[in-house]
């Protein structure tokens, strides 16, 4: 009778088995992970509850009015900002781009007497032409996106003085096509500006593209890794090209939006909107090494920004304060960024 010996088990993996243990804080970072929006969303609620204890005035529907109207500008201009950063790009020239159309619109509907609509055409026209000028360079040439705005950033705004003189054109010059956007509906008590309507269609419309869509993925998958979606089949520089184009016809519809906003047009208004729309995104989840983020995170982001502004005015802060504290949101925004990052590997 021969003994039968049991055949050898496998040794315990016990680093596979350390790894595996997960701590709340680490179970957090997956979560925000997963889900870039949260941290934005908790922020911004939290931003509201102690602005409106803080003074009766914040929760009043005027003052609700005055945060929706402001944001709607630097907030559609997010929306070209988010779709370039998920790429792993920046785009510095989003703010020039935007002060261009703006006065290709005013000026050829009030100096030219071309039609209002057809004015509204030639602006995205130069929305788009400056988006794909950022793209070209990009693609072609394969220079950094953070030097090729930069560049252009001086271009658009040479352009704009030139073909401007450096004039502004007022209200009373404008027809009431270019002005629309400016016009307010009331809505529970709050007065909506058909810009803020314009800014929140434009957020489901790219929510769905990004989400539904070969070619958001295709976005996503360039920002994550250029190498490895190209050797996945997709054409990484068809892509980034797109991307730019897409973000000029936003940075065009941006600029109809300034344009009521402000019930003028004006060649040295949005100086900060570079920076400011880069501020939404990053505080709104988006990662700046790209691949990660939700475009209602931008959304998100640029109300924080409105309400940190708008509540620390009502505070009776200096607005130098405001700057600071936005700029401390932004190395918190890109640091918890930094964090979450981890998660990946």
Do not use: C
Not at 94 to 112: H, K, P
Not at 172 to 182: E, I, R, V
Request: charged share 10%; proline share 4%.
């Amino acid at each position: 009778m021969t003994n039968t010996v049991p055949p050898p088990t496998a040794a315990p993996d016990l680093s596979s088995a350390f790894l595996d243990r997960s701590t709340p804080l680490s179970r957090l970072r997956d979560l925000l992970h997963r889900h870039p929006a949260i941290s934005p969303a908790v922020v911004l609620v939290v931003s509201v509850l102690v602005f409106g204890l803080l003074n009766d005035r914040f929760l009043a529907p005027a003052n609700l009015s005055l945060i929706t109207q402001q944001v709607a500008v630097v907030g559609t201009l997010a929306i070209a900002q988010t779709l370039v950063i998920l790429t792993a790009g920046i785009d510095l020239s989003v703010g020039a781009a935007m002060i261009l159309a703006a006065m290709v619109m005013a000026q050829s509907a009030s100096s030219t007497g071309v039609p209002p609509t057809l004015s509204l055409v030639l602006g995205l026209l130069a929305g788009i032409a400056a988006g794909g000028l950022n793209g070209l360079l990009v693609t072609r040439l394969k220079l950094p996106p953070f030097i090729v705005t930069l560049g252009t950033l001086s271009i658009f705004t040479a352009l704009t003085l030139l073909y401007s003189g450096g004039n502004t054109v007022r209200g009373s010059q404008l027809s009431d096509t270019l002005t629309l956007t400016g016009n307010t509906l009331p809505v529970l008590g709050i007065k909506i500006s058909i810009g803020v309507l314009i800014m929140l269609a434009l957020y489901i419309l790219i929510a769905y593209v990004l989400n539904r869509t070969a070619w958001g993925r295709h976005v996503y998958a360039v920002g994550d890794d250029k190498e490895a979606a190209r050797l996945s089949g997709i054409r990484v520089d068809r892509v980034l090209a797109s991307v730019y184009l897409v973000a000029g016809a936003i940075i065009a519809v941006t600029a109809w939006i300034q344009i009521g906003r402000t019930n003028a047009a004006s060649p040295n208004s949005g100086i900060d909107l570079n920076l400011d729309s880069i501020t939404a995104v990053v505080i709104g989840g988006t990662s700046l090494f790209g691949g990660r983020g939700v475009i209602w995170g931008t959304l998100l982001g640029a109300l924080i920004v409105g309400v940190f502004r708008n509540g620390l005015a009502l505070a009776g802060l200096d607005v130098l304060y405001q700057t600071l504290t936005v700029g401390i949101l932004v190395i918190a925004a890109v640091a918890v960024d930094q964090w979450i990052r981890k998660a990946k590997s």
